[in-house]
C-alpha cells in the first residue's frame, strides 16, 4: 500500500449549506432517529427550546455526520495514494455528483435530480433526495476503492455487475436486491456498514425481499467496515443462520437479520 498521505483532504474549503440540502424537498424524520437526536439534545440543552430550533439542529447534526464520513472516504483514498475526487471525476455526471456531496445544487440540478431518483421513495425509508444521493455515492466510492485495492488481495477476477454498476441513479422501477459483483466466479453483494454495529453483534440485516433473492443466486457477501477499515466475505448464506423480522426499527420494513458466523475474520485492509 502506498505510503500514508498527511495532507487533510482535497477540497480547501468544504461549504456545507443546510438551506440548499433541503431545497424544494419536504422533510420526512425517522420517528426512532428524531427521538433519539430529541432526547440528546434534551440533554445537552435542557433549557425549552423552540421545536424550529430543535430541528435545525437536528439536520445540523445529520449534515455534521455525513461530513465526517465524507472526510474519511477521503482521507482512504489518500492513503492508497489517491484522490477521491479524480475517481468521482470518472463518474457519469461528477459536476452533479459533486455538487451533491458538497451541498451546492442548482434548482436546474435539483429537478434533474428527482426526475434521476423518480418513485424511489420505499427505497429512501427516511431519507430525502439529497440524503439518499450523498449516501449511494459515498458508497459508491467506498466500494470502488475496496474493489480496486483491497479485493484484488483476495480474489484474481472482480467484474462488476449490478444494476449501478455505471455508477447511474436509478429511477425506483429499475432499482433490484441483485449482485453487486463476480468474483472467480463466484457473485457477491457489497454492504457497508458506517455504525460497526455489524461486527460488535454479529447481525447483518437485509431489507424487504433481499436475502432470497440473493439466496436463490447462491450469492455471498462481502462486508465492508470503512471505520474499521476491515471486511468480511461470507462466501455463501445457504449456511448463514436467519432470523425473519417483521418490521425493522430503522427502515420500517419486513427484514431477514443473519447471524454471523464466528468463523467469520474480519480483517483489516492491507
Same mark, same amino acid.
Request: aromatic share 10%; net charge positive; glycine share 4%.
Given at each position: ?139 459508491? @466510492? +467506498?466500494?470502488?476503492?475496496?474493489? #480496486? ?9 472482480? *467484474?462488476? %455487475?449490478? !444494476? ?58 462481502? @462486508? +465492508?467496515?470503512?471505520?474499521?477499515? #476491515? ?9 448463514? *443462520?436467519? %432470523?425473519? !423480522? ?25
Amino acid at each position: 500500500m502506498a505510503a500514508r498521505i498527511t495532507c487533510r483532504h482535497d477540497l480547501a474549503k468544504f461549504d456545507y449549506d443546510p438551506v440548499a440540502l433541503e431545497r424544494s424537498q419536504e422533510r420526512r424524520w425517522n420517528a426512532g432517529e428524531k427521538n433519539t437526536l430529541m432526547h440528546l439534545i434534551d440533554l445537552l440543552f435542557p433549557i425549552k427550546i423552540n421545536p424550529f430550533v430543535h430541528i435545525l439542529i437536528l439536520e445540523s447534526v445529520r449534515v455534521i455526520a455525513f461530513q465526517t464520513k465524507l472526510q474519511h472516504v477521503i482521507h482512504l483514498y489518500h492513503e492508497f495514494g489517491v484522490r477521491a475526487w479524480v475517481r468521482l471525476a470518472a463518474y457519469p455526471d461528477p459536476e452533479l455528483y459533486h455538487h451533491i456531496l458538497i451541498g451546492t445544487l442548482t434548482s436546474i440540478e435539483s429537478d434533474k435530480l428527482r426526475h434521476q431518483l423518480f418513485r424511489t421513495e420505499h427505497h429512501r425509508d427516511s431519507r430525502n433526495i439529497m440524503e439518499y444521493a450523498r449516501e449511494m455515492i459515498l458508497n459508491w @466510492l +467506498i466500494e470502488d476503492l475496496v474493489i #480496486q485495492y483491497v479485493l484484488p488481495h483476495k480474489f484474481k477476477k472482480i *467484474k462488476l %455487475i449490478g !444494476g449501478d454498476r455505471d455508477r447511474r441513479f436509478l429511477t425506483g422501477s429499475h432499482v433490484a436486491a441483485t449482485p453487486d459483483l463476480k468474483a472467480d466466479g463466484r457473485k457477491y453483494d457489497i454492504k457497508c456498514d458506517w455504525t460497526g454495529y455489524w461486527h460488535e453483534k454479529g447481525i447483518v440485516d437485509l431489507r424487504d425481499g433481499e436475502y432470497p433473492l440473493l439466496l436463490k443466486q447462491n450469492a455471498g457477501l462481502v @462486508l +465492508i467496515l470503512p471505520f474499521q477499515k #476491515q471486511i468480511g466475505i461470507l462466501d455463501s448464506l445457504t449456511e448463514v *443462520k436467519v %432470523i425473519k !423480522g417483521k418490521m425493522h426499527p430503522i427502515w420500517h420494513k419486513p427484514y431477514h437479520a443473519l447471524e454471523l458466523s464466528e468463523n467469520l475474520c474480519w480483517e483489516e485492509w492491507k
